[in-house]
């Protein structure tokens, strides 16, 4: 069994700052990437920050400058810090992990958080 659990959501104003937290836990071997989406009423989940292992990151462009993803691997942990918050940042925001729960597996499988939702209003 495996168990993604986020935290950090909330409402904030505009320009506010916040920081989301995800952790991982359970069966785990091993964990390859990280990262975070998110979905607002009417859209698809969209790739909002990602990190790989080697410490690779990737950022959609509409966050680019002000979101930082990192990761604490000793704790299975991502974090997203997100500044200058914009109205249209409002969404349930999910984390993801690409990990293998075995030694043995062939691939890795991906696995959802349950969501933390973030409303940007003033």
């Known amino acids: 069994q495996v168990q993604l659990v986020e935290s950090g959501g909330g409402l904030v104003q505009p320009g506010g700052s916040l920081r989301l937290s995800c952790a991982a836990s359970?069966?785990?071997?091993?964990?390859?990437?990280m990262g975070w989406y998110r979905q607002a009423p009417g859209n698809e989940r969209e790739l909002v920050a990602h990190?790989?292992?080697?410490?690779?990151?990737n950022y959609a462009d509409s966050v680019k400058g002000r979101f930082t993803i990192s990761r604490d691997n000793a704790k299975n942990t991502v974090y997203l810090q997100m500044n200058s918050l914009k109205p249209e940042d409002t969404a349930v925001y999910y984390c993801?992990?690409?990990?293998?729960?075995?030694?043995?597996?062939?691939?890795?499988?991906?696995?959802w958080g349950q969501g933390t939702q973030v409303t940007v209003s003033s």
């Open positions: 993801n992990a690409k990990l293998k729960r075995y030694f043995t597996d062939s691939y890795y499988y991906a696995y």
């Open positions: 359970g069966s785990i071997f091993t964990i390859n990437a």
């Open positions: 990190s790989t292992s080697g410490g690779n990151t």
